[in-house]
């Protein structure tokens, strides 16, 4: 049986979604803890920029550092669940208006 280019493209994607959805129960739970800080300081910092308290680019700041630190909850979830024991757990926080 020959593989067409169409075969060879299906087979690629189910195999890029099939590990994708290998997330782990640690990794699940701190991107979902990451997620919800983060969208709870978008919130503050959009309330905070349309009062007037912080310019944009302070609200732009904000957002993007709690991106980053839950991009960094998800990695370290993810090496729990490989089981790597230097990582140390995260507490999340939420950055004050600079």
Do not use: R
């Amino acid at each position: 049986m020959k593989f067409n280019k169409t075969m060879l493209v299906i087979s690629a994607a189910a195999l890029s979604l099939g590990v994708a959805a290998c997330d782990g129960p640690n990794e699940n739970a701190m991107e979902d803890a990451g997620e919800q800080n983060a969208e709870a300081v978008n919130d503050m910092a959009d309330q905070m920029e349309a009062e007037g308290q912080i310019t944009s680019d302070q609200e732009d700041a904000m957002v993007d550092q709690a991106e980053d630190q839950a991009d960094n909850m998800e990695e370290m979830g993810e090496a729990m669940d490989e089981g790597d024991a230097a990582v140390a757990p995260v507490t999340a926080t939420t950055p004050a208006a600079q």
